[in-house]
């Protein structure tokens, strides 16, 4: 019989007449009328015996199946036995917002504390672990990933929503799938394919201060081939703040992407997928913490992915072999006319552009074997080469800072190679899974010749971190599943955190260390999920802690120096994750008239969410940039199942952005401001409500509209010094501005086609 590939849920699924043909097939054709028939029927119950970390996986939508995941495991599993807290974000969550960005579609499902520094920049952090400001991906400390593997970027800014099938977000470092960068999680972006790809469609969107946004996706499918195209082009003026505040120039942007996909069946065992995707935002307006009217940025990402997916006659043995690369570049046109020296005002540069060039290449084999009916075993092998290229020019104003600078990123080359396995056995009639893993990751980081750093050595530094993860479901009965797990994770200290000589653009200068550790991370977490016709929840406690983090440790107040190190104590983190959905109409027996009612909601709470490290001078331990508790809710009223004529819905969400704590680095006011310049602010609570509507004209034509920010509130997720007045930012190191606010009320309406 033929491996049922995660591509056959979606495939299958878009293609009913291929479960029950109406005509006999010719002779030749017999072995696929057996194959799609017994693949719809069984691919739920041979999930653990198929391969299983292509990206083409869709849970199927059935409360009579427990959703598919695959980013937890490497292959398609029930999410009730996975020991780790998940969460997905589908196509048609996707399709019914009104995000413009996966950074606001990740903040409409309250993942975590998300920055939003500009359109083109946001950083993140998931149970007390983040991802670099600057999107720098071997800073962050959760994983970004494309189709499984490294997007090479840690900025969720740059990634569109543009072609992506689902998102798949694992919390904590849950897997030994993944080596550095895993310590507060994964988020894996699911691009559509051939398989996956649905209707043929084209769209076109127009909103609020000249927001413009379209798309086309094209896909086919035959009994071999299938394939998928998609692009995508959009844009925005500059926009205006919430109530009390006015236009913010420099907050425009553009887009624009491309995916391509091509995928072969060569035969019932095996399939050979090519993806390639482009990926971008440019001339997007970076106010930065100075309210800057001159930076602007450009940012892109590239890559290439090629997998073969396999088995051996009876399955016994799978396999995926993936062989991917990447190209990930930000450019920096950072003008910055005033600059600060201390606590004084002085020129400084007209331009300052920096360009950093990150490429990888990888190879990825995890084969799979089940060595009994109820014990299977993964086993992986990955391989990465990367380079970093930067460079920068500034060019001073008058009487501002002389001779060029090193580049925000040194130069360096990478290599890490992994082996890992986890093995999982079920127990007591498969209601109890119980699985471990161990991963061995061996890296080794060089520092190259980087621009205007001449005293610089070209060095090698090589290392080598074992991590593991354990955890065990039970399955109580048909409505309830607990799982109990724990796990470690770790960050590998880049080469300009252990040789770095650069300069910022506010002036201050920071050194490497060549001493540096590995940052780590330890988690436990305990949790279960209730099902019942109409309803389900998800719910879990959890402890990260965080150790060796590499910080910066000043020279001095006087001296605008500082060096990075590591930080002798542990962040930790403590809280409880709840999910809930509910359908209305089902939990009251009736139908609301031919309508049907959801509700549904994602938060957390952060019980404990402590800096041991903290200088002894602040006043308070709070992690910084990190919500105390957060929560997204949402009720969505529908008519119809949104494909005849006359089907129409509407959904209202509220998104709570709790406290927040935050050393900012925006030069305000003393007193009006800040009590003093290393004053950590604490950011209070507020609620963004969406509204979105559609309406289906026709059977293919769909048309419809929404509002963000309905209420008009002036707020910023990040930054203190707002647009409002008075000011509290000091209008002597300002750049054309004065503070920074999130948009205001902003509408959008558009046109869906499908053929």
Known sequence: MRTCFPFDLPWLASHPARLAPAQPLPRAHQPLRQTTRLCALACVAWASAAWAQAPDATPPASDALEPMFVTATARPEERARIAATTQTIAREDIERSSAKSLTDLLAEHAVGFLSEWTAAQTSLNLRGATTDGQGRDYRGQVLVLLN???????????????????????????SVVYGSQNMGGVINIILRNGASGGRNRVQAVGGGWGLWRTEAQLSGATDRWDWYLGANAGGRGDYQSGSGGGSLPNTSWKRRGATGALGWQLNNLHRLA??????GIYNAGFRGSGANAYSRDNRDNQSADLTWHGALPGERVSWLAHLYSFRDVDEFNWASPVIRSGTSAVPGTASDDNRRVLEGTGLRLQPRIRLSASNDLLVGFDYEKNRLRSDRVRVAMPGGPTGQVAPYDNNQTEHTKALYFEDAQTLWS?????????????????????PNVPLAVTTTRDYDQLTWSTGATWKVDDALNLRVGAATGFRAPTASELSADFTAVGGGRIFGNPQLKPESSRQFEVGGSYRQPGWKVDAALFQNTIANRITTVSRGAATNTSDYANNAADIVARGLELGVSADVGQLLGSRL????????????????????????????????????????????????????????????????????????EENLLVPQGEPSSTWIHRKGAFTVWNFRGDYRVSPRVKVFAGVNNLFNLNRHPIFIARDVQPCIANPAF???????SMPGREWQVGLQAEF
């Open 593 to 664: 008239g031919g309508h049907t009612l959801t509700v549904f909601g994602n938060g957390y709470y952060h019980f404990t969410m402590k800096d041991k490290g903290a200088a002894a001078t602040a006043n308070t331990r709070r992690v910084q940039r990190m919500h105390q508790y957060e929560a997204a809710a949402g009720l969505r009223l529908a008519h119809g199942t949104d494909r005849h004529a006359g089907d129409w819905s509407m959904q209202l969400t509220a998104l709570l952005r709790g406290p927040m704590w935050y050393d900012t």
């Open 734 to 740: 300002q750049n054309g501005g004065c503070g920074t």
């Open 430 to 450: 498969d209601r109890v899974t119980v699985r471990a893993g161990v991963r061995k990751t061996w890296g080794a980081t060089r520092f190259d010749q980087t």
């Open 148 to 174: 499984g593997r490294r997007a090479g970027t840690a900025n969720l800014s740059k990634l569109s929503l543009s072609d992506v099938e689902r998102i798949e977000i694992v919390r904590g470092p849950a």
């Open 274 to 279: 090519l993806q390639l995707r482009t990926d």
